[in-house]
């Protein structure tokens, strides 16, 4: 059943992402469809990320193109931990428990619904990123200070990228400074 959806759009180049958070008997599902320009060419990519109740990871689907280039891979977090990337372990992610896609905001309600912060509460969430172009799978580390009820100071060093991020109860990012933006 789903429970929240969000239609987003992408600040620093042309494109929108639809989204929609579905509540399963064994845990929960992230879905949508983000379609923007990259490097010059339009893209379309699907996604879906299943979680168990405790918003552990447990599989991640990406499926769609950029210009003339099919994407397709498919991530899986086994019981132990371990991480695989279109059938191939990936080593020195046992600690991350998120996966995060970096071409949509969505992936970023997992950590915030999996670490339940209160205010004043901050935590390191390293992630599983996929990186679309590249084709792999690494580490992103991640922060997230909560606030206040609606507010999170979040931190990616990799990126370079910290920001004030406004977030609605359903746990989905409604401003992403720079990047993204939730419609009305």
Not at 22 to 40: M, N, P, Q, S, Y
Not at 52 to 66: F, I, N
Not at 121 to 127: E, K, L, R
Request: net charge negative; charged share 25%; glycine share 8%.
């Amino acid at each position: 059943m789903a429970i929240a959806s969000i239609l987003w759009r992408r600040l620093e180049t042309p494109g929108h992402d639809a989204c929609r958070l579905v509540r399963l008997d064994a845990g929960w599902t992230i879905e949508g469809t983000a379609v923007f320009h990259e490097a010059g060419a339009p893209a379309r990519l699907d996604y879906r990320v299943t979680c168990d109740l405790a918003w552990h990871t447990q599989r991640g689907q990406v499926e769609g193109w950029v210009g003339a280039r099919a994407v397709k891979h498919t991530i899986i977090r086994t019981g132990d931990g371990e991480w695989t990337l279109d059938g191939r372990p990936v080593p020195d992610l046992g600690h991350c428990v998120d996966l995060d896609l970096g071409f949509t905001p969505a992936t970023n309600l997992l950590p915030l619904r999996r670490l339940a912060l209160a205010e004043g509460q901050a935590a390191d969430a390293p992630a599983a990123w996929l990186d679309v172009w590249a084709g792999t799978l690494d580490l992103l580390f991640q922060r997230y200070e909560r606030r206040a009820e609606a507010a999170y100071w979040y931190e990616s060093p990799r990126s370079g990228y910290a920001a004030l991020l406004e977030v609605a109860a359903s746990g989905f990012v409604l401003r992403y400074p720079d990047l993204w933006d939730a419609e009305p």
